[in-house]
């Protein structure tokens, strides 16, 4: 099926030569229930919509669904509900194997190679600590000798640097990220908001909570402590001023279009101290000034995006890096040259990087949650970017923490590593 060309069948008895032997669309007109007129202006005038056919005469319904039984076939219309279709020639049940096969498997698809692991990391490790709570580990920070790591249901874990766990901070909604901030833990907690707790030693004792319509997912926080920016919902970025210790306050609502469904599409921290930036799938990207008396926008940053999927922003010193297309570009807050002309870095040995980035004092961590591939790059140099090592886990690794000595791998199902440096 495809978006407006509806569904395609095609004859594969020969699969090294398939033939299209039908084209079935889902047309709707103007009159009919569920026909509405597409809108065809760009919202910031750089994507001209495109379609191959004319919206003010007819919409095809997107087929967004499709089973497929003897004689019938069931399609799922965007616009249009659902549809059956009688054909014996087109509709056929999906083929049974000739012969029963049984699906053997046995252990733990996450269990961990330490030894392996640590030869891989040993360019960069000197140890290498492991921590598995029952479900998955989504964000971690490290402080004062404490490990605090977002666990979904699991709620917030408190760790020492070794990974043996201390404590546990239930969490009321689903605890995706943690941020510290002086003598602040704020953690993102899904339904249950951004939840701010005074660190007591190994304990948290919660100060204040903001609740929003929509969950809360990811949490930057300003160093200097002012401001706290939120991913929320599919769709918005709010920034609070959390400068009192009395209340969480709302002051800006940053909205694009686009949706905000690839994960991690806020900037992993402050440019320069100072500056962040979102990005909405194939829309915009902000770029806020939250150095001043209050945040203050820059023009958007257009005609660059990160890979939607896998890529994103971090800063790097006095600059924003974003991943893209196997190496990253990057650019100062207020750039005023043509965001599409920069070159994409990548190492002169040819390999490739892909995943969402953490950068601190020339060292880039590079996490593709979807491929599993994590990549530790010296980008001292930024401009000769060189890999010290890449590897593969069975997990999912989301953002790292990189610290003065040691760097946090949150790897979801598999848990959490800490690479001490």
């Known amino acids: 099926s495809h978006t407006y060309h509806g569904l395609l069948v095609f004859d594969v008895s020969d699969p090294r030569a398939p033939r299209e032997v039908a084209q079935i669309r889902l047309p709707l007109y103007p009159g009919d229930p569920d026909y509405r007129e597409l809108g065809m202006k760009s919202a910031n005038g750089l994507r001209p919509p495109l379609l191959p056919f004319d919206p003010k005469e007819k919409l095809y319904s997107p087929v967004c669904g499709l089973v497929a039984t003897d004689g019938f076939l069931y399609l799922a219309g965007l616009f249009s509900d659902l549809h059956v279709l009688a054909d014996r020639e087109l509709a056929r049940a999906e083929s049974e194997p000739s012969s029963a096969e049984r699906l053997a498997c046995a252990g733990d698809f996450h269990r961990v190679d330490l030894a392996s692991l640590r030869e891989a990391l040993r360019p960069v490790a000197k140890q290498v600590a492991h921590y598995r709570p029952g ?38 909604g689903f605890a995706t990220d943690v941020q510290l901030a002086g003598p602040f ?66 002051v800006r609502t940053e909205r694009g279009w686009g949706g905000l469904i690839y994960y991690r599409q806020l900037c992993n921290g402050f440019v320069d101290g100072r500056y962040i930036c979102g990005t909405w799938c194939a829309g915009r990207t902000f770029l806020l000034d939250c150095g001043g008396t209050e945040p203050q926008p820059l023009p958007d940053v257009t005609g660059i995006l990160p890979d939607m999927e896998t890529g994103g922003y971090c800063p790097c010193g006095s600059f924003a890096l974003l991943t893209r297309e196997g190496g990253y570009s990057f650019f100062p807050p207020g750039y005023e040259g043509a965001y599409g002309d920069l070159p ?78």
């Open 185 to 250: 833990l704020y953690a993102a907690e899904g339904s249950g908001g951004l939840v701010r707790y005074r660190l007591d030693g190994g304990r948290l004792e919660m100060v204040n909570r903001r609740v929003f319509p929509q969950p809360v997912k990811q949490v930057r926080v300003s160093p200097d402590g002012r401001y706290a920016v939120l991913h929320v919902g599919g769709s918005v970025y709010e920034v609070l001023d959390v400068s009192g210790e009395a209340d969480m306050r709302p």
């Open 344 to 421: 994409v870095q990548k190492p002169r040995d040819g390999s490739v990087f892909y995943g969402k980035p953490t950068c601190r004092d020339g060292l880039l961590v590079v996490c593709n949650r979807i491929g599993g591939e994590v990549t530790f790059v010296d980008v001292s140099n930024l401009t000769e970017p060189r890999i010290l090592c890449q590897f593969t886990v069975s997990g999912n690794p989301d953002c790292a923490f990189v610290g003065e000595d040691s760097i946090l791998l949150p790897v979801g199902y598999q848990g959490l590593f800490r690479i001490a440096r």
């Open 135 to 172: 479900g998955q580990v989504y964000a971690a920070v490290e402080g004062d000798g404490l490990v605090y790591a977002a666990c979904g249901t699991g709620g917030i874990r408190i760790l020492d640097r070794n990974l043996h766990p201390l404590a546990c901070q239930s969490a009321e």
